[in-house]
């Protein structure tokens, strides 16, 4: 089945250390997204790539950084310059592959990120 | 900058009853997008769906129809026989045409409870 995967669903990090989330698509997407989603805060856009090698700050990309060295992988780390890192991180992608459409994002399950 | 309001932080109906949903937004662009997102207690991000806004036919997803007004820049959604299974948080969200890839701006969401 095609989807979009993020791992781990959970996880936990003292405060201080950098951690990598990771986002895995096998929908053929060229383009894949990291939110960011707070309680009462909707989605907000952190980093975004349209093209392997390639990628953009969003919203509120400071404290993050992000890589596209594949085009299936777009894996964000939380670095420690990231003031308030606990939140659900949810990876998205979009493509014109599968009868898709270049402006419908398709969404992982998400990976809910507390430090200690 | 685009923004998206929703002003109803929480909503509730009967199954089987038709709740209506709002949505705000402010732009200068012409072209664009608007979504409805739906996230159940999963945290699954699922798209209802999707106008056009070149588009004056309203978009209809079986019970999902959507009250589109360009020139009040509002995006309503109703959901007809409300089931069970819409109980979920539901986001607004507007996108840019750029005749490309473009990036999602979302509302804080209106959590939507349906009970029996």
């Known amino acids: 089945d095609g989807g979009i995967t993020q791992s781990p669903k959970y996880l936990f990090r003292k405060e201080g250390q950098n951690v990598t989330l990771s986002c895995e698509q096998n929908l053929n997407h060229d383009a894949m997204y990291w939110y960011r989603q707070d309680p009462g805060q909707g989605l907000r856009l952190i980093y975004y790539s349209q093209i392997v090698n390639d990628f953009q700050k969003g919203d509120i990309a400071e404290g993050y950084s992000v890589s596209r060295e594949k085009k299936e992988s777009f894996p964000l780390t939380v670095t420690s310059a990231q003031k308030n890192p606990t939140a659900f991180y949810l990876c998205?992608?979009?493509?014109?592959?599968?009868?898709?459409?270049?402006?419908?994002?398709?969404f992982g399950p998400g990976t809910r990120l507390t430090v200690l | 900058a685009q923004t998206v309001t929703q002003s109803q932080p929480e909503m509730s109906v009967q199954e089987a009853e038709t709740v209506t949903l709002s949505c705000t937004y402010d732009t200068s662009e012409n072209n664009y997008y608007l979504f409805w997102y739906k996230q159940p207690p999963s945290r699954q991000m699922i798209l209802v769906i999707r106008q056009e806004a070149y588009k004056q036919q309203n978009a209809t997803e079986n019970r999902f129809s959507v009250n589109f007004q360009k020139a009040a820049k509002s995006f309503s959604l109703k959901i007809s026989d409300s089931q069970l299974g819409d109980t979920a948080m539901y986001f607004c969200?507007?996108?840019?045409?750029?005749?490309?890839?473009?990036?999602?701006?979302f509302g804080k969401g209106t959590m939507l409870l349906v009970s029996p």
């Open positions: 998205a992608s979009s493509g014109t592959s599968g009868g898709s459409s270049y402006n419908e994002q398709f």
């Open positions: 969200a507007f996108m840019k045409d750029v005749g490309g890839y473009s990036t999602l701006t």
